[in-house]
């Protein structure tokens, strides 16, 4: 089983970098190779109230590639419960899926994710950031295509406050009601990390730990017991949040892309979206930092058919399927030849969680520990 389980992941490794091309379809009459290929997407992405996005992009691949005939089977898996997934049957799980950076080692671990190398890695690297690249990275090592960042930032009732007002959180507690994700630990480190608080050191190394003791803890945890007491702050938890927008009680929020739609339904031409905030600690501005990482997707290296399946990885990866993804869910794109374009470039969603990504952020550590954090 052993020998057996090592051919499979020599051959699926030599067919992602370029080397070998590998598949065990047949014939059909008119030429074509009989391709047959899983593809698991978060339900959204599937639904005709989103446009059938993961449909309309696998049809148009098959169209764009006559020499397979292509049978596509989906199923249902979001980027957070993938790994999950793949990673505790990886022979019987889908060709390709997508799922969230911070459970890439989850899945190499299980060796249930492919590598990308050769002309694949370098088409790749071509159209996305370095911080983007490193997101997906491990041991030097590339496991997927990103379709877009992963992070949170702020939208606002532009009615309450000012541009320069949403600069400081302190600013606006004094003008109007914010809410927070305050028990959520994906948003609260953001204090600690903006205090010089440190996890596994820079985010890789495990010996290095959490270090969310000593002053700098102390001082931030001081300064979130008066943020807890302030009238004007609430906690954002079961949706209560967006709860807040619509009725009027609370004028900013924290959250990501996700939330658009609703907030845009709240705020009307009033909705305001902004990267992370300063918060003043003793006297000084101290920036909120948030937790970032991206969005892939991921081939499983004991696929039948790898070439295929790598070609519709990155198919789904493209600036095409980002740009569809983008008008047809929100999702915003990473790819960098579609950031530099007019219309997405000003799109302030983009603005605001670009520039989070570059600016008020660090990569979430996707070391194992992470998942006892």
């Known amino acids: 089983m052993k020998r057996r389980v090592c051919a499979i992941l020599l051959a699926a490794s030599l067919a992602v970098c370029g080397l070998t091309g590998c598949g065990n379809g047949s014939q059909s009459s008119a030429g074509q190779e009989k391709v047959r290929l899983m593809v698991w997407s978060p339900s959204e992405d599937q639904s005709k109230e989103s446009g059938e996005w993961l449909q309309t992009m696998c049809e148009?691949?098959?169209?764009?590639?006559?020499?397979?005939?292509?049978?596509?089977?989906?199923?249902?898996?979001?980027?957070?419960?993938?790994?999950?997934?793949?990673?505790?049957?990886?022979?019987a799980s889908a060709d390709v899926f997508m799922y969230a950076n911070d459970t890439l080692t989850t899945m190499t671990d299980a060796n249930a994710l492919a590598?990308?190398?050769?002309?694949?890695?370098?088409?790749?690297?071509?159209?996305?950031?370095?911080?983007?690249?490193?997101?997906?990275t491990k041991d030097g090592d590339l496991y997927g295509i990103p379709f877009t960042t992963n992070t949170w930032f702020m939208y606002y009732d532009k009615s309450v406050f000012s541009e320069e007002d949403v600069k400081n959180l302190d600013t606006m507690l004094e003008k109007g009601v914010v809410s927070f994700p305050f028990t959520n630990s994906?948003?609260?480190?953001?204090?600690?990390?903006?205090?010089?608080?440190?996890?596994?050191?820079?985010?890789?190394?495990?010996?290095?730990?959490?270090?969310?003791?000593?002053e700098n803890a102390v001082e931030v945890t001081n300064y979130l017991i008066d943020l807890r007491n302030n009238p004007n702050f609430k906690i954002d938890a079961?949706?209560?949040?967006?709860?807040?927008?619509?009725?009027g009680s609370i004028n900013a929020m924290f959250s990501g892309s996700w939330d658009a739609n609703a907030v845009k339904e709240a705020f009307g031409d009033n909705m305001g979206v902004?990267?992370?905030?300063?918060?003043?600690?003793?006297?000084?501005?101290?920036?909120?930092?948030?937790?970032?990482?991206?969005k892939a997707i991921g081939v499983n290296p004991y696929s039948k058919n790898m070439v295929p399946a790598v070609e519709l990885a990155l198919y789904l990866g493209s600036a095409k399927a980002q740009e569809a993804h983008y008008e047809m869910r929100n999702v915003i794109p990473c790819n960098t030849e579609l950031l530099a374009q007019e219309n997405i470039a000003a799109d302030p969603l983009v603005m605001a969680q670009n520039d989070t990504f570059n600016q008020t952020s660090i990569l979430q550590p996707f070391v194992s520990k992470m998942n006892n954090c």
């Open 60 to 91: 148009s691949f098959a169209e764009e590639n006559p020499q397979w005939d292509i049978t596509f089977v989906y199923g249902v898996a979001d980027e957070a419960t993938a790994a999950s997934q793949v990673s505790q049957d990886p022979e």
């Open 115 to 136: 590598k990308f190398g050769g002309k694949y890695r370098e088409e790749i690297e071509k159209t996305n950031s370095e911080e983007v690249l490193k997101s997906l």
């Open 186 to 214: 994906w948003y609260l480190p953001a204090f600690y990390v903006g205090n010089g608080c440190t996890l596994f050191g820079d985010g890789t190394d495990e010996s290095k730990g959490v270090d969310f003791g000593g």
């Open 238 to 247: 079961d949706g209560s949040g967006i709860a807040g927008l619509r009725d």
């Open 274 to 294: 902004a990267a992370l905030p300063t918060y003043t600690l003793n006297g000084e501005e101290k920036q909120m930092t948030s937790y970032a990482g991206s």
